[in-house]
């Protein structure tokens, strides 16, 4: 089936520094990605959705210039954290869209300190 | 944007026992998945049912698309059922948005 790996899958950064997660999909190709963030005991929340050799599309609220997304090929989608704060630290997962349906990668566990 | 409610938030069994999970959504879907999140993070997919009825096992997922709902079933939980089960939706004639509820936490004690 079709599998998105995502790395790394845990993450401890000193606050003001910047982290890179990458999506990949291995056995397919995503034109579309979807990053979605998630906080203890809540459920996933849509952050945005990068398309390949474009810009990506963000949802409400979210800052497009700490969180840094490129789709620069139809495999790799990365998610930069930039001047990573506390309040940044959470769970981050990407997601691609198969046929039928939608698959996720593993997910990020973040932790600013 | 579409509304999924599901039901109820927390659930906990004895092992072997049944259960029913429930999503109500607001508007027609595309898409309409059921996920199970381990206690790791991992979301795994379950059933891709935008309309009828799958059955995969010990688990099996209906779909109401006229009514709007789609409920999830468990038969004989297992403690390696415990997690977070969501239920995600793309809203017909909108994006490809995935759109999640805000999910059941199920305890299956031995």
């Known amino acids: 089936g079709a599998v998105v790996s995502q790395h790394p899958s845990r993450v401890i950064c000193k606050s003001g520094t910047s982290v890179k997660i990458e999506c990949r999909s291995l056995?397919?190709?995503?034109?579309?990605m979807f990053w979605y963030r998630q906080f203890p005991k809540q459920s996933l929340m849509l952050m945005a959705t990068?398309?390949?050799?474009?810009?990506?599309?963000?949802e409400q609220g979210v800052e497009k210039d700490k969180f840094l997304i490129n789709h620069a090929s139809l495999t790799l989608s990365t998610l930069t954290v930039t001047s990573a704060h506390p309040e940044d630290s959470s769970f981050y997962i990407c997601?691609?869209?198969?046929?039928?349906?939608?698959?996720f990668g593993s997910g990020t566990r973040l932790t600013v300190v | 944007g579409i509304q999924v409610e599901q039901s109820p938030p927390d659930l906990i069994l004895q092992e072997g026992a049944n259960s029913t999970l429930r999503c109500n959504f607001s508007?027609?879907?595309?898409?309409l998945q059921w996920f199970h999140q381990n206690p790791w993070g991992q979301l795994i997919n379950l059933f891709y049912?935008?309309?009828g009825t799958k059955q995969n096992g010990r688990l099996s997922a209906t779909t109401v698309a006229t009514e709007r709902y789609s409920l999830l079933y468990i038969s004989s939980s297992q403690t390696t059922d415990s997690g977070v089960y969501f239920c995600a939706v793309v809203r017909r004639g909108g994006s490809e948005k995935l759109v999640f509820g805000k999910g059941t936490k199920l305890t299956v004690n031995p």
């Open positions: 056995d397919f190709q995503a034109t579309t």
């Open positions: 508007d027609s879907v595309n898409n």
């Open positions: 990068s398309n390949e050799g474009s810009k990506a599309t963000y």
């Open positions: 997601s691609a869209t198969v046929v039928p349906g939608y698959t």
């Open positions: 049912i935008p309309s």
